[in-house]
C-alpha cells in the first residue's frame, strides 16, 4: 500500500490511525504512524500528488460520459 493511498482514505473519511489499521490489518499500527509522519513532513508534494490524481480522475470521468457503451445503456434505458 501507498502513503498516498493511505493519506487519501485518511483526508477522504476522516479515519484516524486506528480506523486505517483496522481497514488494513496487513498493516502494523508502526506502518500507519509512519505513513501519517512521512505525510507531516511532505503534505506539499503528496497533496500536489493527489490534487493532479483528482483532475485526471475528473479528465477521465467527463470523457467517458459520452463512451459507446454508456449511449448503448442510455439507448436501452438503463441510464
Not at 29 to 47: G, N, P, T
Amino acid at each position: 500500500m501507498k502513503v498516498i493511498e493511505l493519506v487519501s482514505e485518511h483526508l477522504a473519511y476522516g479515519w484516524g490511525p486506528e480506523e486505517l489499521q483496522y481497514q488494513h490489518p496487513y498493516l502494523s499500527m508502526e506502518q500507519v504512524h509512519a505513513a501519517l509522519s512521512y505525510y507531516q513532513a511532505h503534505r506539499q508534494e503528496i497533496d500536489q500528488e493527489i490534487a493532479v490524481l483528482n483532475q485526471e480522475y475528473d479528465r477521465l470521468r467527463a470523457a467517458s460520459l459520452d463512451s459507446p457503451g454508456r449511449r448503448r445503456l442510455k439507448a436501452l434505458g438503463l441510464i
